[in-house]
């Protein structure tokens, strides 16, 4: 890092503070290999106190392994850490919490099985005596809550919270145990835009109060908008650090991948072919019986993508889980090439050309302790080339998953890797290849670009439309409003579990989307 990058990188608070005091956090040498995989290579970072830092990179640069050997998940094989110009021994997550440093972890580390209150005040419970002081809890949570600018049902199971939910409560955790140097993994990925402008909001405040500030992420626009320093990171090693003032998206996306590259050109958009789905009146539950999907009616035709604009919570998941056959709609049809499929089971749908990418990779989009192999083989276990009388030829499902990780681009391991070995940009492609290893009938994409590195987006982009192309009916759910845009033929808006608006694309803006999304139009 040269003098010119750490001038740069001084926070904009605490300017009395001398400039020859030592960085908050300063890295020297670290290196983590994984058997054959260098996951750090001698990285040096220093990031100040007081600022917001930035770290991008491709899936599988090194990023949250670097900031996991910050926080005491991992053991370097070599190198220093400092804080404060300190030298010191990070060895436990308690350690790291110890000398101020919380993360906010990409995969969440939450009990399902307890309430939203219990995991916030989990290991560090408020009490009364030998008691748990429940109003204590509570109102520190409230306070948190507010901080954030958002709210929190605290009786609810995890279990049953959304997806954005537990990603807030995850962060509200780290808040509750006041760190000083906070480490957060992409933590915008399954909150709205009004939701991250508030979380960026509470960021510069802490930063302005003298906390140090590591920011994960794959969005650009994100580390502009916040962040004073970025540092570039790219197989394993730090190739730039800079500030943001006087750079630019894409002279960023460069270093990232190492080269420029063009977004995909959208192809000419054709006449739709025959209806492949169409959903009448349907209305939908959650998981407490509260109506959260009513009378929705909407089709999708063969070669057209359809995408779904809403708040998080208006009734998209339970619609999902609906047409895929996880969840039996409490009135109205779903027909799948004219045939009704209802009451038929995932299996049934997915013989009739039904393929799913779910919101959620780590719970439902794959099977974290079985090997990449097993997951591909999960919905091809029909396939007479690799089994046959209930007989499996393990020789060819390696080769097929083998030719599905090559194609996909699927980098951290082979067909017989554990998947929760992969990053999480690369079990996204893993779970795209087994959906669109072959052209679907109907594509539910859930979140298909969520904590995907700017060349993963690019490559995802293309794979969807490739399949619009070939023939594909596609429903598309993101909360990146510039990519439904850019993607769809036409356009559904969600609001309060109503279909509220049917766009065609060339009538949709972000700001009419946003006043749709919200009721104010």
């Not at 956090?25 to 990031?47: F, Q, S």
């Not at 109102?139 to 958002?150: D, F, M, P, Y």
């Not at 035709?301 to 895929?324: D, K, T």
Request: hydrophobic share 45%.
């Amino acid at each position: 890092m040269t003098e010119d990058s750490r001038a740069a990188g001084a926070p904009n608070s605490g300017a009395s503070a001398s400039i020859l005091a030592p960085p908050r956090v300063r890295i020297r040498g670290l290196t983590k290999r994984y058997g054959g995989i260098l996951a750090n290579d001698g990285v040096d970072l220093e990031i100040p106190r007081g600022g917001i830092h930035a770290i991008v990179g491709e899936n599988g640069a090194g990023k949250t392994t670097l900031m996991r050997a910050l926080y005491g998940l991992v053991e370097p094989d070599s190198g220093v850490i400092e804080l404060d110009g300190v030298p010191v021994r990070i060895a436990t997550p308690a350690q790291a919490i110890a000398r101020g440093i919380g993360m906010v972890h990409q995969r969440f580390e939450l009990v399902e099985q307890l309430s939203a209150l219990e995991n916030l005040a989990l290991g560090d419970l408020p009490h009364r005596g030998l008691m748990f002081d429940r109003n204590a809890a509570v109102v520190r949570a409230r306070e948190i809550a507010a901080q954030l600018g958002t709210t929190m049902d605290w009786d609810r199971l995890v279990a049953h919270l959304t997806v954005g939910a537990r990603q807030r409560l995850e962060i509200m955790r780290l808040l509750y145990r006041d760190a000083d140097i906070l480490i957060f993994d992409e933590p915008t990925s399954v909150l709205t835009p009004q939701e991250a402008d508030d979380l960026f909001g509470v960021l510069r405040r802490m930063a302005g109060q003298g906390k140090t500030i590591i920011f994960i992420t794959h969005k650009l626009r994100e580390v502009f908008a916040i962040a004073e320093q970025v540092t570039v990171m790219r197989r394993g090693r730090v190739v730039a650090s800079l500030p943001t003032k006087g750079s630019d998206p894409q002279r960023l996306a460069t270093l990232i991948v190492g080269e420029q590259f063009a977004s995909p050109v959208r192809a000419t958009t054709i006449p739709p072919g025959k209806p492949v789905l169409e959903v009448d009146r349907l209305s939908i539950c959650d998981d407490l019986g509260n109506l959260t999907l009513r009378q929705a009616s909407f089709s999708i035709h063969a070669g057209e993508i359809v995408g779904l604009a809403g708040i998080e919570g208006s009734g998209q998941r339970e619609l999902v889980e609906a047409l895929v056959g996880l969840r039996r709609p409490v009135t109205g049809t779903i027909n799948l090439r004219g045939r009704p499929v209802v009451t038929a089971s995932v299996w049934e749908r997915r013989k009739r050309g039904v393929a799913y990418i779910s919101e959620d990779r780590d719970a439902e989009g794959a099977c974290l302790p079985a090997s990449l192999a097993e997951n591909i083989f999960s919905i091809e276990r029909d396939n007479p080339t690799l089994a046959r009388g209930g007989r499996l030829n393990l020789a060819a499902i390696a080769r097929f998953a083998r030719s599905i990780l090559s194609r996909f681009d699927v980098r951290g391991g082979g067909p017989q890797s554990p998947a929760r070995a992969l990053s999480g940009g690369n079990l996204q492609r893993l779970v795209l290849g087994r959906e669109m290893q072959r052209t679907p009938t109907l594509l539910i994409a859930a979140h298909p670009t969520r904590g995907v590195d700017v060349r993963g987006i690019t490559f995802i982009h293309q794979q969807l439309a490739e399949s619009r192309a070939g023939g594909a009916a596609m429903l598309l759910i993101s909360e990146e409003l510039g990519e439904l845009i850019e993607l769809s033929d036409r356009l559904l808006v969600i609001f309060e579990g109503r279909i509220t608006a049917n766009l065609a694309a060339g009538e949709a803006t972000p700001e009419r989307l946003g006043l749709l999304m919200t009721g104010a139009a």
